[in-house]
């Protein structure tokens, strides 16, 4: 499709998985499109561009996660949708005619689908993961739910999104780091899914499972219907979100959960490897 494209965030450490995960797109996602990537300026992009990935440099010099905040600058305008997905997904379907679908729908933000997790469950889990727990702040879980009353309201997942920039209003960026600072005492490693959740969260419709789930949703004993996961169980969803913890990269024991991609019919590292492999064959150089 024209004037769309795919993109990729991360930073020096995470671009093999990013190299990876660029040619499954092309050759397990039959994608034929552009690809972008986002990342902050310690990084040396240097030989993605002389394949002709378009870069978008933001101002942070090295990775946290909010950068991908700049997702969402009026610079991507440019293009009349995006999708974006983190680098632990394996595509097992073709993003195409995913395009194709989701472009029919309304112009809007489309997030990996609700799993029954509310936004501050997600500001709760990271304040206790990383931080003192949200008994040391009460106060300012008071102000979260003074001024975004939809807090206790199931969220969507930033792992993948589909977006048409245009809906994003003015100043987006801007708001959502000024979020992140007020509320910093709660969300000291600075993720950035709850508070995109607050701000866009009027803007945000879910994906569903025929694009893109959690990759147990896909295991066959799984795949039958489930009223209360909103799962039919006649799904093939197009994209599967792994998790650093059982990300494709990682080497598994076959008894694991995450060990072997069913539709692929292949273990997801084996996948992964080979995909890195045949990176510079599928992306030559253009100089």
């Not at 090295?62 to 974006?84: I, M």
């Amino acid at each position: 499709m024209s004037n769309t494209a795919i993109v990729l965030a991360a930073d020096s450490n995470y671009m093999d998985h990013a190299k990876s995960l660029m040619v499954n797109c092309r050759r397990q996602g039959s994608w034929t499109g552009d690809f972008c990537f986002l990342c902050p300026q310690e990084c040396d992009t240097s030989d993605l561009e002389a394949r002709g990935v378009v870069v978008f440099r933001a101002p942070e010099e090295t990775w946290v996660n909010q950068v991908k905040f700049h997702l969402f600058d009026p610079w991507w305008r440019r293009y009349e949708r995006l999708l974006y997905m983190d680098c632990d997904v394996l595509v097992q379907g073709s993003l195409d005619e995913l395009f194709t679908e989701l472009t029919e729908k309304p112009l809007g933000i489309y997030m990996d689908s609700c799993h029954g997790v509310t936004t501050r469950q997600d500001w709760e889990h990271f304040d206790k993961l990383y931080g003192s727990g949200m008994e040391s702040h009460p106060e300012l879980y008071e102000q979260l739910k003074v001024e975004f009353p939809h807090i206790d309201d199931p969220r969507p997942s930033s792992d993948v999104m589909f977006f048409a920039p245009e809906v994003v209003p003015d100043g987006t960026v801007e708001k959502l780091r000024d979020i992140a600072n007020r509320y910093l005492e709660a969300n000291p490693n600075r993720m950035d899914q709850q508070v995109t959740n607050l701000l866009l969260h009027d803007r945000l419709s879910p994906l569903t499972k025929d694009h893109c789930t959690w990759f147990a949703f896909d295991d066959p004993g799984n795949r039958v219907p489930q009223e209360a996961q909103g799962w039919r169980g006649d799904e093939e969803p197009v994209i599967l979100h792994y998790w650093n913890m059982y990300a494709p990269w990682l080497e598994k024991t076959p008894d694991a959960g995450a060990y072997l991609n069913h539709r692929l019919g292949r273990p997801c590292r084996e996948v992964y490897l080979e995909n890195l492999s045949l990176f510079n064959e599928t992306f030559p150089r253009r100089s």
